[in-house]
Structures are given as structure tokens and as C-alpha cells.
């Protein structure tokens, strides 16, 4: 009856946002504009998940307890999302490679994955995982 379709992110410039989520395979499909420019969404899709990127002419910043996972976490409401990596030492190469950071701590999770996290041009956080718990 019901099935994942997407997740809702305000960015705060659509070009480097776009080119980010490329990196992780995924692809432009939609764009929108409001006659008056306040709103631009772009849809970016990976296999059957859409991405939709919401950019407004005049953001709101997130608060300050969300730039850090430790002051997030507790706090109600969405966290991030995240992306699977079949081999996460590949993906964390890759992404150091790129520039897109320096470094890259891969954690040994408490249910049994190994994870890291990214932010995104907007400051959002995006978890990479490698979960071989075949759940």
C-alpha cells in the first residue's frame, strides 16, 4: 500500500546543491519556478528516490543546535538521511579525493553499521553507511 518517495530538503543555493547530490548518483529530473522567483524546487532522483530541493529567495537558517550531530540528536523532528555504500572505505576515499572533505572518521555503530557523515553545501548532514546486517 505504502512505499518510500522522497525526502524534503531547503537549500540554500540550488547549483552547489545539485552537484553534491550528483556525486551520490543522484540526477536532476524536475525543476519548478514560482513567476515571481521566491521558489525554485528541483527534483533529483536515484533509482525509485526522489530528492526534492526546495531554494527560497530569502532562507531561514537552521538553528544552531542543528549544525552539530550531538545537539541535533536530541532534539525533535528530522535528523538526515541516509545513503548505503556497499564498500564505505571506497566511499570515503572517494569523497576525500573529490575535495569534498579532508577527512573522513568512520565509526563502528552500536546496530552494527559503520557509518560517517557529510554536510552538504546548505550545512546538512548526510549519513554514509555500510550495512551488511541484511535486516
Not at 6 to 21: K, Q, T, W
Not at 42 to 68: C, I, M, N, W, Y
Not at 98 to 122: A, N
Request: cysteine-free.
Amino acid at each position: 500500500m505504502f512505499s518510500f518517495h522522497h525526502v524534503a530538503l531547503s537549500v540554500r543555493e540550488l547549483g552547489p546543491s545539485i552537484a553534491f547530490y550528483e556525486i551520490f548518483g543522484f540526477e536532476p529530473v524536475f525543476r519548478w519556478q514560482s513567476d515571481d522567483g521566491e521558489l525554485s524546487i528541483v527534483h533529483l532522483k536515484q533509482g525509485e528516490v526522489l530528492l526534492e530541493l526546495f531554494r527560497f529567495r530569502t532562507p531561514v537558517d537552521a538553528p544552531h543546535t542543528s549544525h552539530e550531530l550531538s545537539t541535533d540528536l536530541p532534539r525533535i523532528g528530522m535528523k538526515h538521511f541516509g545513503l548505503k555504500s556497499e564498500d564505505i572505505d571506497i566511499a570515503a576515499a572517494h569523497l576525500m579525493k573529490l575535495g569534498l572533505v579532508e577527512h573522513i572518521e568512520i565509526v563502528e555503530g552500536r546496530t552494527g553499521i559503520r557509518y560517517f557523515f557529510v554536510k552538504d553545501p546548505s550545512g546538512l548532514m548526510v549519513e554514509v553507511v555500510e550495512d551488511n546486517r541484511k535486516l
